[in-house]
């Protein structure tokens, strides 16, 4: 599993401009996954059911992640929609994104060449000015204490900036946290050493989670 962190979008864009009379409208949006990618899809569809065409394209996942990438020319000629704007995307470095190009025919004829520059150009044009965040890849361990040892672990996890997810105190404390998948080694050695090897580190027996 690749656990550098990557760009996905902060919030959704829409650029709309006409070209030769046609009207172009580029949405994009932050879809997680391949489901969530088809939902937008045929949200815009459903929106826009009196376009001549509505094209697509998404990384459902990270931006390298091609297992997860899809696109469609929605009856323009195949090649002039769906694949430029799937090069914008994949030329991004943006994940987990969504473009959809509504295309309102104004009556001239764009040629192929017109065609991708159109859809492909909308998209590019809408990645330049869409907000992104970083996402970082976390997991969860769970950690098993003394009382006296919480303090020197509240410290630790303020270090690597790590987030108390769940907790269990009793004869003992146990507590679930989460942080970034790069840090669990320097994290986990981090209170072995403090700790004299007496507070226990181990894997939650959960797929990772990520924020």
């Not at 580029?26 to 001549?52: C, G, W």
Request: with cysteine; aromatic share 8%; proline share 5%.
């Amino acid at each position: 599993m690749n656990s550098e962190p990557y760009l996905i979008p902060k919030s959704s864009f829409v650029f709309e401009e006409e070209i030769k009379k046609s009207v172009f409208i580029t949405y994009l949006a932050h879809t997680p996954s391949v489901e969530e990618a088809k939902t937008f899809i045929e949200q815009m569809k459903n929106r826009h059911s009196d376009a001549r065409h509505n094209c697509w394209a998404y990384l459902a996942g990270r931006p390298e992640d091609s297992m997860k990438w899809g696109f469609s020319d929605d009856g323009e000629p195949s090649g002039t929609a769906g694949k430029p704007m799937l090069a914008q995307l994949t030329g991004s470095d943006v994940g987990e994104i969504t473009a959809v190009v509504t295309r309102y025919f104004g009556g001239i004829k764009l040629g192929t060449g017109g065609l991708v520059k159109a859809y492909g150009g909308g998209v590019q044009k809408a990645l330049q000015r869409l907000e992104t965040i970083e996402k970082k890849i976390t997991s969860q361990l769970v950690i098993t204490l003394d009382y006296h040892f919480l303090p020197i672990l509240q410290s630790i996890m303020s270090q690597f900036d790590a987030k108390e997810v769940q907790s269990e105190y009793s004869e003992n404390v146990m507590l679930v946290v989460e942080l970034e998948v790069n840090h669990i080694d320097s994290f986990t050695q981090t209170i072995i050493n403090r700790s004299g090897a007496k507070v226990v580190v181990s894997p939650k027996d959960t797929p990772p989670i990520n924020n």
